[in-house]
């Protein structure tokens, strides 16, 4: 069986095909189209709809889609998204079934990252796994029952939207200080007033040090904000950044005391993995 997954984020659009046989899942031919300077929900479609096409949907079985907002499950509608505001109250599944004349299954991208990180990464061995999501916001999704997880399961699916610093930084949700305007590759940017987060992380200027050093500290109490409310077992961190973990993870894992960290171990491609293994799967 052939599908073709989607990853909808708020700077780029990712995917891949995925073959399933009886051995597992196989991702392959994977890429991305920048979005970034979208506005319109129908320029982001014309996106989603080229990143489709270059994967031949005539040889597919059909399209799972993981997209950075909250998801009516059941009919997928977006029904929220700050990191792509044009796409509140879009049916993304009723679009991607009647584009290509396909099954379509459409999920929230974190939750479809933690999928991808219970079946085939690093959330094996644990119960209660957390996954933060790093990109240009903070994506959140938790499961009670990693070993048999289920629409009914997930949890805590708006973590980024809760406030780290009273009258900090503006959000886009209306509040001041939420965790996502402190913990996202949004974020570390603005620390170091960068446009680029690959030169923020890599290269040691003194205001680079100062945004990463910044960075790890607010990460490290918004994971100690979040043990407040939760009850994981471990934090898994995926997203963008964690691309670039090698420029920071140990020192922000030092930070934690005898919290368990791991990074994503499918690393960007968690959603892709996670939203074909949703559609394989229903509602699990």
Not at 165 to 187: D, F, H, L, M, P
């Amino acid at each position: 069986m052939l599908i073709i997954a989607v990853d909808i984020g708020g700077t780029a659009v990712k995917s891949a095909s995925v073959t399933v046989t009886d051995r597992g899942f196989t991702l392959s031919d994977s890429g991305y189209i920048p979005t970034g300077r979208i506005k319109k929900g129908e320029d982001v479609q014309r996106a989603v709809t080229q990143a489709v096409m270059r994967l031949s949907p005539e040889n597919a079985d059909g399209i799972a889609v993981g997209v950075a907002g909250k998801v009516d499950w059941k009919n997928g509608i977006v029904t929220e998204s700050s990191a792509l505001p044009c796409f509140r109250g879009m049916n993304m599944k009723l679009f991607m079934e009647q584009s290509f004349g396909l099954p379509a299954t459409v999920i929230n991208d974190a939750e479809a990252a933690l999928l991808g990180e219970c079946a085939f990464g690093a959330a094996k061995g644990f119960r209660r796994p957390l996954m933060l999501t790093l990109g240009t916001g903070l994506g959140s999704a938790m499961t009670d029952d990693y070993v048999h997880p289920s629409q009914d399961s997930f949890r805590f699916g708006d973590l980024g939207h809760v406030v780290l610093y009273e009258n900090g930084r503006k959000c886009k949700c209306g509040q001041r200080g939420c965790i996502e305007q402190y913990v996202s590759a949004t974020a570390i940017k603005q620390n170091a007033g960068a446009k680029n987060i690959h030169e923020v992380l890599k290269i040691d200027s003194e205001s680079n040090i100062k945004a990463k050093e910044r960075f790890i500290f607010d990460f490290a109490a918004a994971v100690e904000k979040i043990k407040k409310i939760t009850d994981f077992d471990v934090l898994i961190a995926g997203g963008g950044v964690i691309e670039l973990k090698d420029y920071w993870w140990d020192d922000f894992v030092k930070s934690l005391g005898d919290t368990v960290a791991v990074p994503a171990k499918l690393g960007n491609r968690a959603a892709l993995y996670g939203a074909a293994f949703a559609h394989i799967n229903g509602r699990f």
